[in-house]
């Protein structure tokens, strides 16, 4: 069955640095949409990537689909406390698989 | 936007008793939901795809008997967790497609149940 696979599980930033979380599939998807969830709170819905090598960004985020659609990454430029919580990929093929999810820290 | 309501936020139960969770689509439609357990520093896992006038849809390893499902209309759907144990205790999400792109999905906030 489809698996949805995310790293790394965790990732602790210094405050103004860069970081990057990367989500892999093990079938081809329709499309990759990736989800926020804060501390405390449920997951809410940041972005959807369908084309093939497709490129979002979102201010200081941006988001990677891969030329086979098999994968994609999350960079975050110059880490903020904000941006604290846990990054779930989901990977759509007939049904919405989600990774495990990327917890982020950061430290002033 | 759209907005997916769910109630209650949180619930505290005795063994044996039966909880009901109610998750509502305030300003859309939504023939599909979804409700997701999630555990404590892990990932949403899907439990079943709720169809409006239909049977729900469960994943391999829930039980249907103990999660019910009932999507009696567009924009309601119930999760009822039977005969609660300490190991049911969890994070329930709901969540629908609200129509941008109809497999996006829009969560609830959750229902945390602690089962004593």
């Known amino acids: 069955g489809q698996q949805v696979m995310q790293i790394p599980q965790y990732q602790h930033v210094q405050e103004g640095e860069d970081f990057t979380t990367y989500c892999n599939s093990s079938?081809?998807?329709?499309?990759i949409q990736w989800y926020k969830q804060r501390p405390g709170g449920h997951p809410v819905f940041l972005i959807q990537?369908?084309?093939?090598?497709e490129v979002k960004k979102q201010k200081r985020l941006t988001f990677q689909f891969g030329e086979a659609k098999k994968n994609s990454s999350l960079h975050i430029t110059a880490t903020q406390t904000t941006d604290v919580g846990t990054y779930f990929c989901?990977?759509?093929?007939?049904?919405?698989?989600f990774g495990a999810g990327t917890t982020v820290t950061v430290r002033a | 936007g759209a907005v997916v309501s769910q109630h209650p936020s949180w619930v505290i139960c005795k063994s044996g008793t039966s909880v009901k969770i109610e998750c509502r689509s305030l300003d859309f439609q939504a023939t599909t939901m979804f409700w997701y357990r999630q555990f404590p520093k892990q990932s949403l896992m899907l439990m079943a795809t709720s169809n409006e006038g239909s049977k729900a849809t469960y994943e391999q390893g829930v039980e249907k008997d103990k999660f019910l499902i009932n999507h009696a209309s567009l924009t309601l759907s119930t999760l009822t967790v039977t005969s609660a144990h300490p190991e049911d205790s969890s994070f329930y999400i709901c969540s629908a497609g609200a129509g941008n792109g109809a497999n996006v999905l829009t969560f609830g906030a959750g229902s945390r149940l602690t089962v004593l």
């Open positions: 989901a990977g759509y093929d007939y049904k919405l698989s």
């Open positions: 079938t081809t998807l329709s499309n």
């Open positions: 990537l369908v084309k093939s090598g």
